[in-house]
């Protein structure tokens, strides 16, 4: 075998981090597609509160992880955060459970009036367990598979978008799953659904961690093949490096600010004003018919066509499908294009996706025109407005969020690398506050100018980071 084959292929540790952060996404992405929908629609909660609850939960999840990762440089290593948050994230999921064990089965007419403390309690609790759980979790596996690299191996942007794949298919499957069971059988189903899946992760993780991944993450500040001082003064290529990271997670703001309404304002937009109303064969009908056939009772006449109305939170699904079914042509097209030298630079990759993100947003102005003055619900835009909204925010996610990971892992000194990987997701932390703070706001404006202030906002971005993309790439100092 040439060593340019062996250059091809991927370390088989990269394969088990896909499938153990596939589970925890599942978890992640199974509870959020319920959380709203759970304050607004049985916890009776206000749309601004639901949303502010929702801001400061998205956004806590991402801030945790800049202390997490300063535990795992300093004194518990990648390896032992990743259990450690694996378990809290679990007893977090199970708290919830349990809270909608109390609410299941809904009281007559889906309303309640008063709630026993057991269940604010459980639900409070719950959420602070799986921001902390989370917080030691994810900086640490995404630095676990950078340390699978060498500094410079052109596989590793090509690797990170098929990590990618696995938070992606965990997230396509949650909200199916966590969501038709919350929706339809109770709140237990669906949040006892993605502990379920948080303990799978972590079972998969303590049986493959010593065979597929040596010795990456065992030790604070360790990589493949050093390990770094962590009071080591920063070089000048270091502080500029470190500066690009921090660039460039203020422009991510912008970016996730408007993606992360998908579970806010996009599905309330999905329960209220869109048609999700789809034919579908009568197979009660099509059986009476064969029984009939075959010497049974005369078939009742019922219609062959039927509509059938899917739940709004199958909408969070349609992203992480795209994910999966794109990841594997943009993973190609990054290692073929760095091979020939060809490849976009780390900004200039951050710029498309801003703008892709942008036209996602010019489409959900299309849809709310659509409705004019009518947000009653009388009047409902097609389902497919919705999944073009998301198609855009997925090519523009994929040529950002996991470029922007390998970016971290890339430019960061080593002796910093989760610390550093925290602090990116800090980012996220003020992008999710900020928009579920926005969202709380849904109910109080017209839908078109709800979406044309996150036009503005990520289009104005997107220009100022056009701008930007030369100087940032001599910041990098030759890191591609």
């Known amino acids: 075998m040439s060593e340019a084959t062996v250059q091809k292929k991927h370390p088989p540790g990269l394969y088990l981090l896909f499938t153990v952060e596939m589970w925890e996404r599942f978890s992640y992405y199974g509870m959020r597609a319920i959380l709203m929908l759970f304050m607004v629609k049985f916890l009776m909660l206000s749309t601004r509160f639901s949303g502010t609850v929702y801001g400061l939960y998205t956004g806590l999840v991402y801030l945790t992880p800049l202390f997490g990762g300063y535990l795992a440089d300093r004194y518990l290593g990648a390896r032992r955060s990743i259990v450690i948050g694996a378990l809290v994230m679990a007893a977090g999921e199970f708290a919830l459970t349990f809270c909608g064990l109390s609410m299941s089965p809904p009281p007559p007419g889906g309303a309640v009036t008063s709630l026993p403390f057991v269940t604010w309690a459980l639900f409070y609790v719950g959420l ?189 699904s349609v992203n992480p499908v795209l994910i999966v079914l794109l990841a594997p042509l943009f993973s190609s097209i990054w290692l073929r294009l760095g091979m020939h030298k060809m490849e976009p630079s780390t900004p200039t990759k951050f710029a498309i996706g801003l703008g892709l993100l942008t036209l996602s947003m010019v489409v959900m102005v299309g849809a709310s025109m659509l409705i004019g003055g009518d947000e009653s619900g009388h009047i409902k835009v097609s389902w497919l407005w919705l999944g073009g909204c998301y198609f855009m925010c997925t090519l523009g996610e994929l040529c950002l969020s996991p470029v922007g990971l390998s970016m971290v892992t890339k430019l960061s000194p080593l002796r910093f690398s989760s610390l550093l990987m925290g602090t990116w997701f800090g980012s996220n932390f003020l992008a999710n506050l900020v928009s579920g703070l926005f969202a709380g706001l849904y109910d109080t404006m017209s839908k078109t100018t709800f979406f044309w202030i996150l036009v503005g906002a990520s289009g104005g971005a997107t220009l100022v980071l056009v701008f930007l993309v030369k100087p940032l790439q001599k910041w990098m100092h030759g890191i591609h």
Not at 256 to 274: I, P
Request: aromatic letters at 16%.
């Open 128 to 316: 602070s367990l799986l921001i902390v759980g989370n917080g030691f979790f994810k900086p640490n596996i995404s630095t676990t598979v950078g340390k699978l690299y060498e500094q410079n191996d052109p596989r590793r942007d090509s690797a990170f978008t098929i990590f990618y794949m696995g938070i992606n298919l965990g997230a396509f499957f949650s909200p199916l799953i966590c969501g038709t069971l919350g929706e339809r059988y109770g709140w237990f189903y669906g949040f006892g659904a993605a502990g379920v899946g948080m303990l799978a992760g972590l079972v998969i993780y303590l049986l493959g961690q010593e065979r597929y991944l040596g010795d990456a993450g065992k030790q604070p500040g360790m990589s493949r093949t050093t390990i770094e001082k962590p009071h080591d003064p920063l070089t000048h290529e270091e502080k500029q490096r470190i500066a690009v990271i921090f660039i460039l997670a203020f422009f991510v703001i912008f970016f996730w600010v408007s993606f992360e309404q998908a579970g806010s304002s996009l599905t309330l937009f999905a329960d209220r004003l869109t048609n999700r109303v789809i034919p579908m064969v009568n197979w009660s009908h099509l059986w009476a018919e064969v029984q009939a056939l075959f010497g049974g009772a005369a078939a009742v006449s019922q219609p062959w066509i039927v509509n059938w109305e899917f739940p709004a939170s199958w909408f969070q």
